[in-house]
């Protein structure tokens, strides 16, 4: 690849793991290069198997390291019986009981976020809730805004001008983000564009979720918010201490503790869950009762890894190192091509690329599956047995 050599001002090296330059694919792609040795050598690869390359390092990175921690209301009016919940609408989910038909229809249709259509270099984020009675004599909207918008929906540039055009005063329930070509042309040019950080810019969507790790009941009435067994056992076990080790003691109440555990799984008296990441839909069981009125529903939070943004991903060193190791491997297949032919300049094909990009794939594979200290990704372990 042919590319004009110019000299690159040294602002655009000095980068810091958290105030990193590298900012888009373009960006990491020239590193890429000129650590293969461009522009003093012909780097004989095209553009596309370098974003390609960059592309599988983002998803390995994805799938085994890059998640934040995330908690999520849940309400159980939101849970649709025999079907179950896609958690990733619980980022724009309002719960409330007006709010559960919109939710139910958000749910039998896997493509609810693409209210985003045809995405072009800028969206618009709802800052708040609008009835879908707004939108009934919309005719271009009225079919997928039945039930009106909830806040933090993302409204592609086309549907805003659509539904301002219909009803101007609709215009102060969004703000314009700029921020959708977070990896395609870099940083952009005005630092103050607002945007979600449930919503991934770059590849249009919401963010997924990865796992569902807890999930803890609310409850706000009755005797179970203070006199708990676990607040009794737990009075118990300090004032026995207190009084000289007389009464109940600390392994006794490990031991009911545990007990308590297995009363729950045995009686089904704590739901447990089954979490499906491709289509992002819970099951809990047992399912949560139809809500006739206030009194059958329940709130709680949802424990969950979320995949961090594209434009996070892509500042990682893994990512780098990863799609290092993979350009390596298609230089040297494609300068196999030529083997035991002098190039141009007077060079011969390096006949050990292949085997040192395949080398640093393998422990860059490995470091990412078993969490080698270093990859700084993985938490730490909570306690030690030994």
């Not at 500042?315 to 780098?320: A, D, F, G, I």
């Amino acid at each position: 690849m042919a590319y004009r050599c110019s000299v690159t001002p040294i602002s655009a090296f000095q980068s810091t793991n958290l105030s990193n330059k590298i900012d888009s694919f373009n960006r990491l792609s020239e590193r890429i290069l000129r650590s293969l040795g461009y522009p003093f050598i012909n780097i004989e690869l095209h553009r596309d198997q370098l974003y390609e390359n960059i592309s599988i390092a983002c998803e390995m990175f994805a799938k085994y390291a890059g998640y934040t921690r995330e908690y999520l209301v849940f309400n159980s009016n939101l849970y649709i019986k025999d079907y179950g919940l896609k958690v990733d609408t619980l980022f724009t989910a309002k719960a409330s009981d007006t709010f559960a038909q919109q939710i139910a229809n958000k749910n039998l249709n896997p493509q609810f976020s693409n209210y985003v259509n045809n995405p072009t270099t800028t969206v618009y984020v709802n800052t708040s809730s609008i009835p879908g009675s707004y939108f009934t004599s919309m005719s271009g909207v009225s079919a997928s805004l039945v039930y009106g918008t909830s806040a933090n929906m993302v409204l592609d540039s086309s549907v805003y001008t659509y539904i301002v055009s219909q009803n101007p005063s609709l215009s102060e329930f969004f703000i314009k983000s700029q921020q959708q070509t977070f990896t395609i042309q870099g940083t952009p040019t005005t630092n103050n564009d607002p945007y979600l950080n449930s919503f991934d810019y770059d590849v249009m969507d919401y963010r997924k979720v990865i796992a569902i790790v807890d999930f803890e009941e609310g409850s706000t009435t009755g005797i179970n918010t203070l006199f708990t067994i676990e607040q009794t056992l737990a009075q118990q076990t300090y004032f026995s201490y207190a009084m000289g080790n007389y009464g109940f003691d600390l392994v006794s109440w490990y031991v009911l503790k545990d007990w308590l555990k297995n009363r729950e799984k045995l009686l089904a008296t704590k739901p447990s869950w089954d979490f499906n990441d491709r289509t992002q839909i819970m099951r809990m069981y047992p399912q949560p009762k139809a809500a006739k009125d206030s009194d059958t529903q329940y709130y709680g939070v949802l424990q969950c890894y979320v995949e961090r943004p594209l434009r996070d991903i892509i500042k990682e060193q893994w990512v780098y190192q990863y799609a290092y190791a993979l350009c390596k491997i298609t230089l040297a297949r494609v300068r196999g091509k030529y083997t035991d032919t002098t190039l141009f300049g007077g060079g011969r094909v390096n006949a050990n690329m292949l085997d040192e990009g395949l080398k640093e794939k393998e422990e860059l594979e490995k470091k990412l599956y078993e969490g080698t200290p270093g990859l700084g990704d993985n938490e730490p372990p909570l306690f030690f047995v030994g």
